[in-house]
């Protein structure tokens, strides 16, 4: 505050002096025309006094002395009531602006600079940190705990930052506000697979029967629908889930190809009365006549990663009783959600997965959606997804995504 004082008195004080100059400036030529009449009025009388002048001769040449200093004072020097007037009216338009623009920055500019409070968006190209975002939402909960919005958003950014269980905590609160609403209850089923592997089945499957409760066409609800019956083996079931979907998400004006992939995929590997029924089917549900030629070629198109894992034989002894292999595909940047995820025990290196759409978490986070990803193979000694102190890893950063693609990918670190 009091060095936003001191620089808006100095600008003032600046003004002024411009001011004051200006107006000396102007006064100047009458003082100069003065003194070069006094001057050479002295070297008149000298020379009177000399002899060298008369009487007459001086007469005459003191009036044309005083007519040219008359001459060279500028019309202001003779109206010295003008020049104060407008001293008078700069002083004025100094006092005016100061008056004026003092509330006007405080109005409109940025008063909290002057008090040295500036918030924590004023640096320029900067975005609120994670921590600064949970604090913010934590914040709002406190201050108006029965509103299900801060609490639904920062249930999200604990997924995007993996705190899983804190997630689910405010998923448990916020269903208890709202009621059995689909679009919670499936975000909820996504939180709790993440927990359990990336598997469906078990209490994410009980969520999203719910949300099919409440939703009979909710697509997002009715594709996890499917991906839990095709985990539980119960491929029939997958297959008529995902065409269900299929109808919705044309319903709801929304892409289908990843579905038209997974249904042609789980078609293909039905027996062959049923992987018909299931291209007939699909063809009706589009409402299209070339809908399974259309699932073929998006089957073919879509990314395929085939990755050998390998276990460095210095770091095998580390691997505990309850270890699990964890081989995913996530994306090189942003949410750190996996799109391919395989779960697998951690024995027999080494072993051979294949990633590809129908192993993604979610159906808005899929493999295909991605053209680099890094690709990571962890095993995890507590079972979990989420790496910890004491796992093994390795990792393989910036790979593009294709159709066909075979990597190897060596577990040679641990984690710290």
Known sequence: MTLWWIIATLLLCVVTYIALSGARLRAAPAETAAQIYGARHAELLQDFAQGSLS?????????????????????????????????????????????VAVPVYLRLGMPELTTGAAPIAASAGTRPSISEMTAQLQQRIVLAPQDPEPRLWLARLYVSTERYPDAVEQYTAVLKMVGEDPAVLVQYADTLAMINGGRLTGPPAALIQRALQAAPEHPTALWLAG???????????????LQRARVASVAAHQPTTELDAQIAALAAELPTAANSGAANSAATNSGTANSAPANSTAAAA???????????????????????????AKQVAGMPMPLAVKRLPAANFPVTVVLDDSLAMSPAARLSSASVVDVVARISQAGQPVAASGDLQGKIAGLSVGPDVHIRVNITDVVP
């Open 302 to 328: 879509s990314p395929r990663l085939t990755v050998e894992v390998q276990l460095d034989a210095a770091i095998a002894g580390r691997i505990g009783p309850n270890a699990v292999l964890f081989v995913l």
């Open 227 to 241: 991906l839990a019956a095709r985990e539980a083996g119960n491929g029939a079931q997958a297959l008529g889930y």
């Open 55 to 99: 009487a007459e001769a001086r007469t005459a040449i003191e009036t044309e002395l005083a007519r040219n200093a008359l001459r060279e004072v500028p019309p202001q020097a003779q109206h010295p009531q003008r020049s104060q007037g407008r001293l008078l009216a700069l002083g004025a338009l100094a006092v005016i602006v100061s008056v």
